[in-house]
């Protein structure tokens, strides 16, 4: 029996995610692929594959957010674990003072506001920033003091 695969070439496999994804969140998809649903007999006796593809979704980290002043310094942001190892960063760059650390595995951990060695700011930090699986923590605005 030979199956014919309409299309397929010319526009691919198109993959509908039927769920609500949260920028900053990583996720792990899955595809489960339903044969039975997949080979459609047609009116004159052929055969035509349209696949039936579920996706379904899993969060695998948590996310911070919030903002850090002041709005014209470059500030890296540190997560620091309990281990004291740095295990994800990002910054908030001189003329925005919003951030978004995304991709942290859920657990409690330090956060580190480091303005760098030649800013006139000193760092901070918050302690003890619990981070849930598929969740963006909203955290306290954070301002840097002078040196």
């Known amino acids: 029996m030979a199956v014919d695969v309409p299309s397929f070439m010319e526009s691919g496999l198109k993959l509908q995610v039927h769920t609500s994804l949260t920028e900053g969140i990583i996720y792990k ?3 489960d692929f339903d044969a039975s649903k997949s080979i459609v007999k047609t009116g004159n006796d052929q055969y035509i594959l349209k696949p039936v593809i579920s996706v379904i979704s899993d969060a695998q980290s948590g996310a911070i957010k919030g903002e850090v002043n002041p709005e014209n310094e470059n500030i ?3 997560v620091i674990d309990d281990s004291n ?3 994800a960063s990002s910054y908030a760059p001189a003329g925005t003072a919003g951030y978004l650390v995304p991709g942290i595995t859920p657990g409690a951990y330090d956060i580190v ?8 700011y000193k760092a901070d930090t918050l302690r003890n920033i619990v981070v849930s699986l598929g969740m963006i923590n909203k955290e306290e605005t ?4 002078l040196k």
């Open 85 to 87: 190892n740095i295990t």
């Open 142 to 145: 954070v301002t840097l003091s």
């Open 113 to 120: 506001f480091d303005p760098g060695e030649n800013s006139g």
């Open 76 to 78: 890296a942001i540190l």
């Open 29 to 31: 998809f899955k595809l």
